[in-house]
């Protein structure tokens, strides 16, 4: 990372854009000057993908019409997001964070997950949220439990559940395109 993309404690860098991408509504061109993601502002993709840089080698790569919010962290010294809309896979380096997807999650350190929003036809059901550990380990407070999810599981979130939630295996090395094109940035090998 060059002097001109250093992160500024407490905010976010927008690393990559492809496409339609839009920090607080204002679409977003890359040049020589860093854009900063500050707390409470939203990144949203189109037909594009964006990847977003933290403090401590947390990134976020957001799919094709996806949005994300900068949540703040108060005196922490971890990242903060809440996923919106669409698909975000995230990397944690040497510090984890904290994700909010219907609840909030606690992501480990040197770890790769990945979070699915979608809606429900059902109108009392506004949205559920499905998040996968591929590497590290999440935990998630529910109504009186907490689950943690380890590698090759998967957990759906939101719709009431509370403590009725289970965990699902998934195959790590099914991929689909966003997988492959975060592979691609991170320097792993794309599988099928």
Sequence with gaps: ?????TILPGSGLIAHVEGKVYLNEQRVE???A???VLNSSIVRTEEGRSEIRFAGGVSLFLGENTAVKRIPSGGYNF???EVLNGSTVVTTGE???HAICGHEVTLSDFGLFRFDVFRLPEPTVPKMCG???NRGAAAVQLSS???VATPGKFLSL???AGDRVALQKFDTEQKDDLDNWVSQRIGLPPTQ
């Design 1 to 5: 990372m060059s002097p001109a993309q």
């Design 158 to 160: 939101g719709g009431g």
């Design 34 to 36: 860093p854009l900063y």
């Design 30 to 32: 890359l040049s020589g």
């Design 145 to 147: 439990v907490i689950a």
């Design 95 to 97: 510090m984890g964070s």
């Design 79 to 81: 990242s903060r997001f």
């Design 131 to 133: 998040f996968k550990v």
